[in-house]
């Protein structure tokens, strides 16, 4: 199963994240991305069975990447598809912002949605609210499915929105419906778990956002119940291009179903420089601390502290490249 590559997967981007450490507010995004995906590769190497990337952040903004079509593991059952973003949230890392995350998801090879979109846009909801709601339909009318699943009036709500500029009639719509709406800089998989976790505090998350997030959100949002769809949002005529020669519809929507058709899989997230579900690592006698979200399939969410014992003396970035 591959609910039982959960461990493996929680070291790997519990390694990204101590690869991000002495990049942190240094604004060399870029480097800390790479040292990011040199951790993951090297880690997800040893991992049981064989593992393909599908789909990952790197590409669209031309930074470091574990490459689609890449394997992974060191063979042998399982075989798996993987969707990742060894630096989720790249600008926090580099300004000590807050949310940035190492992340990962696996399932069942061939059941995880293998796109050239970069960006699409979103919709998830709670388990109570999955089946009432399409992202085709005007935004109230959404609002007003989510309020009455969840026994709520439409200005109880709280929406979760990108802070992009792409999203300002979007959020001009949510406020005139009385919605309150938290604005995140970046980092749609962290909102996500705030609309699907049991103790979340949202009861939405809508807007254009990144493919592969999505994807993982997937995932998240198999193990933990809820609703989710999406539907291909290009931002340029590049990227359009690519979906056509793909053979896929711009204007296809896609549910859970299509996004990963397995109810099998697991979602490692590490912190890198913490945030309100998780925080980055911290110096604790002599040994680094993590702190992850683990969910995996006919599991129990799994929030885990490691200790990582120093292996060299810590050097400044400037070290590091000498």
């Known amino acids: 199963m591959i609910a039982d590559l959960l461990p493996a997967l929680m070291t790997a981007t519990q390694e990204a994240a101590l690869a991000c450490r002495p990049w942190v507010g240094r604004g060399e995004a870029k480097a800390a991305d790479a040292a990011a995906v040199a951790a993951l590769r090297a880690t997800l190497a040893q991992c049981p069975g064989r593992g393909t990337v599908v789909i990952g952040e790197g590409e ?3 930074a470091p990447m574990l490459f689609v079509g890449e394997q992974v593991g060191v063979g042998g059952e399982p075989a798996f598809d993987l969707a990742l973003d060894p630096l989720e949230n790249t600008s926090a890392c580099a300004s000590a912002g807050e949310g940035a995350v190492a992340v990962l998801a696996a399932a069942p090879a061939r059941t995880l949605w293998a796109s050239p979109a970069w960006y699409v846009d979103k919709l998830v909801v709670p388990v109570e609210a999955a089946g009432a ?9 959404n609002l007003a499915a989510v309020a009455e699943a969840r026994g709520k009036r439409v200005d109880e709500l709280l929406a979760i929105v990108l802070d992009k500029p792409r999203h300002a009639e979007l959020i001009a719509q949510l406020r005139a419906s009385a919605v309150a709406v938290a604005l995140i800089p970046e980092g749609d ?3 996500a778990l705030r609309v699907v976790l049991p103790e979340g505090d949202a009861d939405l998350l809508l807007g254009v956002g990144g493919a592969p997030e999505g994807v993982i959100t997937a995932c998240t949002v198999r193990v933990l119940g809820g609703g989710m769809q999406v539907r291909p949002a290009p931002q340029s005529r590049d990227e359009a291009a690519r979906l ?3 053979g896929q519809s711009p204007e296809a ?3 859970l179903d299509q996004l990963v058709s397995s109810d099998d899989c697991a979602v490692s997230i590490t912190g890198i420089t913490g945030s309100a579900l998780l925080r980055g690592p911290r110096l604790q ?3 680094w601390t993590t702190e992850s979200i683990g969910l995996a399939s006919g599991r129990a969410v799994l929030r885990i502290e490691a200790h990582h ?3 060299i003396p810590e050097r400044s970035p400037a070290c590091l490249t000498s």
Do not use: F, N, S
């Open 309 to 311: 014992v120093l292996r």
């Open 133 to 141: 709601v399409d992202i085709r339909w005007p935004v109230e009318r």
């Open 285 to 287: 006698a002599g040994a």
């Open 60 to 62: 669209k903004d031309a």
């Open 189 to 191: 998989i962290l909102g």
């Open 253 to 255: 929507v896609l549910g």
């Open 244 to 246: 056509t020669a793909a």
